[in-house]
């Protein structure tokens, strides 16, 4: 079992939805999360931490931890064409992270 | 601030020749380092990692070696490069275990 997964996808929403990704983790030990967004051609830039239960929003994006599920989402609200992207989930291993496979988001103008 | 620096961004080599990428952090002091390397349209696949001066951990068996010979410097090396190396080379670090790593910009080879 991979430590992340990411099955959802790739996600087609219009601009102005709600685009919602989610994340499965195994190590029910792990204390961080993290979302990177990641444009076609260029490296992944970090978004979103969350450390503890519950939500964190930042700005139009919100991040959703449930450890007892041993999931956690994001959630982008108002998508705009520019949130046009490949979404990636990260958690803890070691001394490392282990990423999930990508969710690749379209947002329809 | 700190910053990370990952050179060249683009590079065509010849099938045989060596290769050598090099990453390096300002603004911060014994971070943990990658390597990363992605093909087209595929995932992350971590290459090497470093916790520390002279300190290399492999995940896996191939064509490439890493060094880390200052503290904020990480370098990727293949006396030989084969077509199967071609692929977007990421550096990043990280401060500690609980956080997140940050991206260089990358490098895209090419071997022909």
């Known amino acids: 079992q991979k430590e992340v997964e990411q099955n959802s996808g790739p996600l087609s929403v219009p601009e102005g939805a709600i685009a919602s990704l989610n994340c499965t983790y195994s190590?029910?030990?792990?204390?961080?999360f993290f979302w990177y967004r990641q444009y076609s051609g260029k490296s992944p830039e970090l978004i979103m931490s969350?450390?503890?239960?519950g939500d964190k929003e930042d700005g139009r994006f919100t991040a959703q931890l449930n450890k007892a599920s041993q999931y956690v989402s994001l959630l982008i609200r108002d998508s705009q064409p520019s949130d046009s992207a490949t979404y990636l989930c990260?958690?803890?291993?070691?001394?490392?992270?282990?990423f999930g496979a990508g969710t690749t988001v379209t947002v329809r103008a | 601030s700190q910053t990370i620096h990952q050179w060249p961004a683009t590079l065509v080599q010849p099938v045989g020749s060596p290769l050598s990428l090099e990453c390096t952090v300002e603004?911060?002091?014994?971070?943990?380092l990658y390597w990363y390397r992605q093909a087209a349209g595929r995932g992350l696949q971590l290459l090497f990692y470093s916790v520390g001066i002279g300190q290399i951990s492999s995940e896996v068996p191939q064509n490439l070696s890493a060094s880390r010979p200052q503290d904020r410097q990480f370098i990727l090396s293949s006396k030989k490069l084969l077509l199967s190396d071609s692929g977007f080379y990421l550096c990043?670090?990280?401060?500690?275990?609980?956080?997140?790593?940050?991206f260089g910009s990358g490098t895209r080879l090419t071997v022909v």
């Open positions: 603004g911060t002091s014994n971070p943990n």
């Open positions: 990043a670090w990280k401060q500690g275990k609980h956080y997140g790593y940050t």
């Open positions: 990260a958690g803890p291993r070691d001394y490392k992270l282990s």
């Open positions: 969350i450390y503890s239960n």
């Open positions: 190590d029910r030990v792990s204390q961080s």
